[in-house]
Nanobody, 123 residues
Framework: QVQLVESGGGLVQAGDSLRLSCAAS????????MGWFRQAPGKEREFVAS????????YYADSVKGRFTISRDNAKNSMYLQMNSLKPEDTAVYYC????????????????WGQGTQVTVSS
């Protein structure tokens, strides 16, 4: 029912910035949390950041705290991830996801997934 499409990935150098976008369709308004996850080569998918449906509750993984900023615009059915001071360790496929709960405290809450966008950070 809900379709999620990521965009904004690319190849950048360490210290550069990227802004990822996630566009949702199949609905007009979401009252549930959304989040970003990533998967590096040879590793399992990990949590990056999440935002509740009103944008009040925001959580970040320790590895990105202070560098990444998550936001959403419910009127546009969109979510964003501003990534600053990128490091080679940030290289991964980034996925947007939507939860079935308004806050999204557990990874298992996220049930809708995009196909991912590649972010590559060179040293």
């Amino acid at each position: 029912q809900v379709q999620l499409v990521e965009s904004g990935g690319g190849l950048v150098q360490a210290g550069d910035s990227l802004r990822l976008s996630c566009a949702a369709s199949g609905r007009t308004f979401s009252s549930n949390a959304m989040g970003w996850f990533r998967q590096a080569p040879g590793k399992e998918r990990e949590f990056v950041a999440s935002i509740s449906w009103r944008g009040i509750n925001i959580y970040y993984a320790d590895s990105v705290k202070g560098r990444f900023t998550i936001s959403r615009d419910n009127a546009k059915n969109s979510m964003y991830l501003q990534m600053n001071s990128l490091k080679p360790e940030d290289t991964a496929v980034y996925y947007c996801a939507e939860a079935k709960t308004p806050v999204g405290l557990s990874n298992s809450d996220y049930v809708y997934w995009g196909q991912g966008t590649q972010v590559t950070v060179s040293s």
